[in-house]
């Protein structure tokens, strides 16, 4: 197939809309001044082939998509134990909703809501440096140096009142053993690690290969671990419109409020697709509909 041909196609096919539909973030002002102009994709397959086209080697806020990479690191370090604290359910709701944490005595659904995030943050702050850990999986995983753009750390900082409020509570119940503010210094921080589509696209491809470095080969997670991270960004990783992107793309998915959307197709390629301006369940307006096309476009899907 050529991956490159389809890549140029989207691009071509997508490029008109910019700007005809979907708003940038707006709750910090280093998300709200981003062009929502910007359009970007990039692959990389199972062989190591890439491809890649429009902004896709343009930088951005990963945001939500670090929560696959925060979950990596705890499962490889806690195996069955995470589940404990944190479900693998679907939560139907927004992604910063704190409503089902009542209900659910400070258990998060899952661990791609805010809550889920913020309890894995927590396990990743007993165990050591979560944060330096982080960014040094990434940078191995992209094999390029990956960093945290500081004005958006300190403005998730300034304005996480929901993040708070959802540690908060989570340490009422006793779901987080440790201090409120270092758990969210790891969370605030994760979801400001800036990277391009083109690094994502390689970071996250242990994902296709049954938990495998993408260059060196080396394991990352074990198979049945990577199948579990696939399945949870399936069920959960686009919030509650996790049906949807199940019944329009059936690929894992996972986005974040920086316009970014990673996808896996099990066994053959990762993808990450990038635009800033969001629809009103918080994914990428025209990421979602570049993955749409490149699934009619490929055959390429779970089911
Ligand atoms: N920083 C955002 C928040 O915590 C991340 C949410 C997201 O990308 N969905 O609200």
Same mark, same amino acid.
């Given at each position: 197939m ?31 001044r ?11 397959t ?14 951005f806020s ?10 990596t ?6 195996g ?14 927004p992604?910063?909703?704190?409503v ?6 400070g ?5 791609? &809501?805010?809550?889920?995030a913020i309890? %894995? @943050?927590?396990?990743?702050?007993? *165990? ?6 982080? +960014? $040094? ?6 094999g ?6 500081t ?10 009142y ?30 400001a &690690? ?5 690094? %994502? @696209?390689?970071?996250?491809?242990? *994902? ?6 993408? +260059? $060196? ?54 993808l ?15 990421g ?16």
């Amino acid at each position: 197939m050529d991956f490159q041909l389809v890549l140029d196609q989207i691009n071509t096919e997508l490029r008109p809309l910019l700007g005809e539909g979907g708003k940038v973030a707006s709750y910090i002002p280093a998300l709200a001044r981003v062009s929502p102009l910007q359009f970007g994709i990039a692959l990389r397959t199972c062989d190591g082939e890439v491809a890649q086209a429009g902004d896709s080697a343009v930088p951005f806020s990963i945001q939500s998509m670090s929560k696959v990479f925060s979950l990596t690191l705890a499962i490889k370090a806690l195996g069955e134990a995470l589940w404990d604290r944190i479900g693998r359910e679907p939560s139907g709701s927004p992604f910063n909703s704190l409503v089902q944490l009542e209900t659910e005595r400070g258990i998060p659904r899952n661990p791609f &809501i805010n809550a889920g995030a913020i309890a %894995v @943050a927590d396990r990743l702050v007993s *165990l050591g440096d979560g944060k330096a850990e982080l +960014l $040094a999986l990434l940078s191995r995983l992209c094999g390029e140096p990956v960093s945290i753009d500081t004005e958006v750390a300190q403005s998730e900082a300034d304005t996480g009142y929901r993040n708070t409020a959802l540690a908060n509570f989570m340490k009422g119940f006793g779901t987080l053993d440790n201090d409120i503010a270092t758990v969210l210094d790891v969370y605030f921080n994760q979801c400001a &690690i800036a990277m391009t589509c083109e690094q %994502v @696209a390689c970071a996250a491809g242990y *994902l296709c290969r049954d938990g495998k470095h993408p +260059l $060196a080969g080396t394991p990352v997670l074990s198979s049945a671990q990577a199948r579990r991270v696939n399945a949870l960004m399936l069920t959960c990783g686009t919030y509650d419109a996790a049906g949807e992107f199940a019944f329009r793309i059936g690929l894992p998915c996972k986005s974040g409020v920086g316009g970014g959307i990673v996808a896996v197709v099990p066994d053959h390629l990762t993808l990450c697709v990038w635009s800033p301006a969001l629809d009103e369940t918080g994914n990428s307006f025209l990421g979602r509909q570049a993955l749409e096309l490149f699934v009619t476009k490929t055959g390429l899907s779970v089911f």
